[in-house]
């Protein structure tokens, strides 16, 4: 097998920039049948952008050839040569020829480098590719298709499709590694303007808007999600339990910030009802008192 480092122009018609496209290929009979525009292979190139200049080509050529309008040329090519190296090889030639799309010049590479873990990586990583992926999506979920599109993915997945043992994640739990784990790759990942909401900041409309939906959600019996449980912290984490449920020692109702989080102490309150005293985690409460303080107002 031959590894082609590769470029090709289109010359079709009077224009100034061309548009042209660095690639690697894989030829299993010679350079010289992959230069030919009728060898065996008929390679003409991949590339998003590139496809675009192809499918006009064809459209402007109708019956003629439209290969002929394709210059061809190879810019290294050698027998044997390692993937990895002609990743490398693609890379220095995007370049040198300057064919990256952004510079303007009539290149229509999207990526510096190949698609793979030793090149460039995928084509999102670039924010030009992103915002018009964004773009495109939301154009197409505007569009009639989009919405058709929508609906059935609604109507697939709101019923019992993927509950109890039909779900793929059922029967699994996460381990306190594999917490951790997820927790260090997300620190600080959406911090100021990382955050995809940075700068966004909602009009009054929106929030009277917002709260017409909750409050219809409600009076057509909606359920709220926290029905029949209580938010419990202690001081560091926050979780649900059903209500009624004992509190476990060392938590207590309601929920704490980020931001507020402090380590437990090491005493808790106890009172008789007219006195407040601090006692030792783990110590037994002395007959007559109970757990908790009582204010100045309060004591009888």
Known sequence: MIGIIYKFTIIYGRVDIRPYYIGQHWEKISVENFLR????????????????HLNKLRGKCRRKNWRNFIHREVLYAKEGISQKALDALEQHFIK?????????????NILWGTANKFGSGSPTNDPNVRKEISKWLIDFYKSDEGIAFKKKLRDLWSGDI????????????????MKQKASKQKIGVYIGDKNPNYGNHWTDKMKQDLSNKVKNFYANGGVNPMSGKKRITNGIVNKV???????????????????DRKPLSP??????????????????????WRRGAINSFNRK
């Open 37 to 52: 525009k009728n060898g065996k292979s008929n390679y003409t190139g991949s590339g998003t952008l590139w496809n675009r």
């Open 162 to 177: 993927i509950r109890g043992e039909k779900n793929p994640n059922y029967g699994h739990r996460w381990t306190d590694e």
């Open 241 to 259: 339990i059903p209500s009624g449920e004992p509190l476990p020692e060392g938590w207590r109702y309601g929920m704490i910030s980020k931001h």
């Open 267 to 288: 005493f808790i309150w106890i009172t008789d009802g007219v006195n407040n005293r601090r006692l030792p985690k783990g110590e037994e409460i002395p007959n007559g």
């Open 96 to 108: 040198k020829e300057k064919a990256h799309y952004s510079l303007g010049l009539g290149g229509c």
